[in-house]
Nanobody, 113 residues
Framework: QVQLVESGGGLVQAGGSLRLSCAVSGSIFNLRAVGWYRQVPGKQRELVASITTLGSTNYSDSVKGRFTISRNAKNTVYLQMNSLQPEDTSVYYC????????WGQGTQVTVSS
């Protein structure tokens, strides 16, 4: 089993920044990648950014150049979000890909105009 705990969401004005954290614990040796996803009511959950165990990163077109995914040596994955816009408002989830995809509980990000 893998446990994911997100933190760092909140309310920010347009143009501002937030950093989300995802603490990964448990049976992490089989994980291939960790990603940040977001979902608004009535829409599918979408991938925002991901990072593999080898450090390769991938971003959705909507966040390229504004968001940065990274990780530290203690199994925490970060999402630095700059130049936030109202359309970035969503619940952000951390997801880890192993035998199955594991999910955190989500953290709300609200960007006011």
């Amino acid at each position: 089993q893998v446990q994911l705990v997100e933190s760092g969401g909140g309310l920010v004005q347009a143009g501002g920044s937030l950093r989300l954290s995802c603490a990964v614990s448990g049976s992490i040796f089989n994980l291939r990648a960790v990603g940040w996803y977001r979902q608004v009511p009535g829409k599918q959950r979408e991938l925002v950014a991901s990072i593999t165990t080898l450090g390769s990163t991938n971003y959705s077109d909507s966040v390229k150049g504004r968001f940065t995914i990274s990780r530290n040596a203690k199994n925490t994955v970060y999402l630095q979000m700059n130049s936030l816009q109202p359309e970035d408002t969503s619940v952000y989830y951390c997801g880890a890909d192993g035998v199955v995809r594991y999910w955190g509980q989500g953290t709300q990000v609200t960007v006011s105009s």
